[in-house]
């Protein structure tokens, strides 16, 4: 009797064991992610990506690329259908990428038009922002103008980047042939923090980079800016920034395109909205160096990116703005054409968007 008593009282426990069991614990189907599976949970949910996976290249530090950071992180472009990958990327990378259609759209200023004339597949599709490039001296420098440079080393991050052709155009329009080293020489140097530190060091003599670094050296460590792409009279007003979209991905599926400009438009409205919160997530997610908040609120403010009534209003200076940094850099020998206007409705695609 007591034999079949404990029996029992086994059963009992064992019953009680698997009613918890199912009431409280997994199935296989809920169990975390393990192995090479280590998808968030929100981006598990998100099965449904009309275009799959791309690359974009956003990993670059500048605190100008906010557009991406903030696509990326509101979702914008999950929105669009896109499960996006945050690359690193340089100049010629990109061009590659641009070229084979792995990399869909990217964003740069007139770097790419010298590339497009030699035959690189890319098409101006979007502005993106106004200016977000300095060129700064160290303490102590007698270096005022861009006539002072002649004869001098001026750091970039990358022969043929952005900084590289901003200070090669301004340079050249003070009458400094800065095309093949000629009058000044520059020094690449792969991240910011490095470039203001052989600034100091007397390595170089001036740096042309992008924000914040610049900026944060004026601020931080007395160093003179002697030009910004926001302010000086060549480039005020004017997009510093477009989006270049591969022309195969144009051709093949232009509705791909039109989907990832709306994603980057909402991103530029949203800025424009909220620059403040636009900081505080390129900060928390280390987008971008940024030790003075203040400060880096008040670049993105001075970057005008577009509003949503400057979209769905129509008017856009994206063409304009094309045609005269293709007349400028043929101008000094950048560029061979001899019809900038043809030139620059060759590289410039305004698609349909819906905004």
């Not at 949503?308 to 005269?324: N, R």
């Amino acid at each position: 009797m007591k034999k079949t008593r404990f029996l029992a009282s086994i059963l009992t426990v064992i019953l009680l064991l698997s009613v918890l069991a199912g009431c409280g614990g997994k199935t296989p189907s809920e169990s975390a992610p393990s192995g090479d599976d280590k998808e968030t949970p929100a981006k598990a949910e998100k099965t449904d990506y009309k275009y799959g996976k791309i690359d974009i290249p956003g990993k670059d530090g500048a605190l100008c690329g906010a557009p991406i950071y903030i696509a990326y992180d509101q979702g914008f472009f999950a929105e669009e259908g896109f499960d996006v990958n945050l690359i690193s990327a340089d100049t010629e990378t990109r061009k590659i990428g641009l070229n084979n259609g792995t990399i869909p759209i990217v964003n740069g200023d007139f770097q790419f038009f010298p590339s497009i004339e030699e035959g690189v597949k890319v098409k101006v599709v979007d502005g993106l922002h106004n200016g977000c490039i300095t060129i700064v001296v160290p303490e102590g420098s007698d270096i005022k103008t861009a006539a002072d440079l002649k004869g001098k080393k001026v750091g970039v991050d990358e022969i043929g980047g952005t900084p590289y052709q901003v200070a090669s155009l301004w340079l050249e329009n003070a009458g400094v042939v800065a095309k093949d080293n000629k009058d000044v020489t520059f020094v690449p140097y792969s991240d910011g923090n490095l470039e203001i530190e052989a600034a100091k060091k007397g390595e170089i003599d001036a740096a042309a980079i992008w924000d914040p670094f610049g900026s944060l050296a004026v601020q931080n460590e007395n160093f003179t800016k002697i030009f910004d792409l926001s302010t000086d009279p060549l480039f005020a007003g004017k997009y510093c920034c477009f989006l270049y979209a591969s022309e195969k991905v144009l051709d093949e599926d232009p509705e791909k395109v039109e989907a990832l400009l709306r994603a980057y438009n909402k991103a530029q409205e949203w800025i424009n909205d909220n620059p403040e919160e636009t900081v505080d997530i390129i900060i928390e997610n280390k987008y971008s160096s940024i030790e003075d908040r203040d400060l880096a609120v008040e670049l993105v403010k001075s970057y005008e990116y577009p509003s949503h009534a400057e979209h769905t209003s129509g008017e856009t200076h994206v063409q304009a703005d094309v045609l005269y940094f293709v007349e400028e850099l043929a101008k000094v020998g950048y560029l061979k054409t001899t019809d900038p206007q043809a030139f620059a409705d060759q590289i410039y695609s305004d698609i349909n968007k819906a905004n």
